[in-house]
């Protein structure tokens, strides 16, 4: 079981916890047979509607941050977040992950799934050298190039990774998020590109520090500061990973609402070329009141 050690209070900043106190987790749901997820995983009842948010990583299954988002109400009603911690040992397999998050979206009835990570590579034709369309207009920190290409060369691995996670749940019967001009049918089964450091930005708030540099009061601060703009609740306290998955996760509930006031989507459509997946679409978070036009899922 993980535990928080004592840290930053909370209270002081108004939060209804403290960020790095003595906190038990309850078992992990990845440590139980994939069948028999615990009640809190699997329940299928909703007022709302939900999405399912994932800060990907592949060293340790613990390091991944698994949040499911659900407003229950309306559009513009609170959020609620389900931290789901998974703590298996060893690490991460793409198609094993893809399984479980296939099955726990099938049996909460998720219809959009985020995940932070690059879904493809670079089209030989969008007139840059490096990145894709996405990449260039937020600016990553790494850019995804041609197949096997990735700057700097140290993120190839995580790069691949995240690749293999989206084909196989493609092959489970999800599909990368496209768009039309006009509003089509309610989405489903659509996986969703999410970029953290760009949303903290794109909501106007100053971005969550690296995990490596990232002390419990800057994780409290950032906590407070999205707490403030959009009012959300959890169910124990994020860590970094879970926290991050909480502000990517945020465009998906404007997705399922179809709420073209809260989301902004950028670069180009997917698509198949010479083999592989090109290009992909990015969706960030809008600050509440600010809208730009969301162009709706066919």
């Known amino acids: 079981m993980g535990v928080y050690h004592r840290g930053f209070d909370g ?8 960020f790095g106190a003595k906190f038990q987790l309850r078992r992990s749901v990845a440590s139980r047979p994939l ?16 999405v399912l948010s994932v800060d990907l990583a592949f060293s340790r299954w613990s390091d991944l941050g698994i949040v499911l988002l659900e407003r229950p109400q309306s559009p513009d009603g ?15 397999d793409a198609n094993i992950l893809a399984g479980r998050l296939n099955h726990l979206c099938g049996v909460r009835g998720i219809n959009i799934l985020l995940l932070d990570g690059p879904q493809a590579w670079k089209s030989c034709t969008n007139g840059l050298e490096h990145a894709r ?18 700057k700097p060369v140290t993120y190839r691995v995580f790069t691949e990774f995240c690749i293999d996670v989206y084909d196989a749940l493609c092959r489970r019967g999800w599909r990368r998020l496209n768009t039309v001009p006009q509003p089509g049918s309610a989405p489903q089964r659509v996986l969703v590109e999410s970029y953290p450091h ?17 002390k419990i009061s800057d994780l409290a601060a950032a906590y407070s500061a999205l707490r403030t703009l959009i009012p959300f609740t959890t169910n124990r306290p994020p ?18 609402h179809r709420n073209g006031h809260a989301a ?9 070329e010479q083999g592989h997946w090109r290009e992909g679409f990015i969706v960030l978070p809008l600050p509440p009141g600010k ?3 969301l162009r709706w899922l066919d």
């Open 35 to 50: 069948l028999a997820l615990p009640r809190s995983a699997t329940e299928t009842y909703r007022v709302g509607m939900a």
């Open 239 to 256: 860590n970094h990973d879970q926290l991050q998955a909480i502000v990517g996760g945020l465009p998906g509930l404007a997705l399922d």
């Open 78 to 92: 609170p959020i609620h977040c389900e931290i789901l911690p998974w703590t298996d040992p060893g690490q991460v």
């Open 264 to 272: 902004r989507i950028v670069g180009n459509p997917p698509l198949r």
């Open 291 to 293: 809208s730009l036009e």
């Open 11 to 18: 209270d002081a900043a108004g939060l209804p916890f403290r």
């Open 133 to 150: 369309v996405s990449e260039r207009q937020l600016n990553t920190a790494a850019k995804t190039g041609l197949p096997g290409m990735v």
């Open 198 to 214: 760009a949303a903290w930005k794109s909501l106007g708030l100053k971005p969550l520090p690296s995990k490596r540099r990232s």
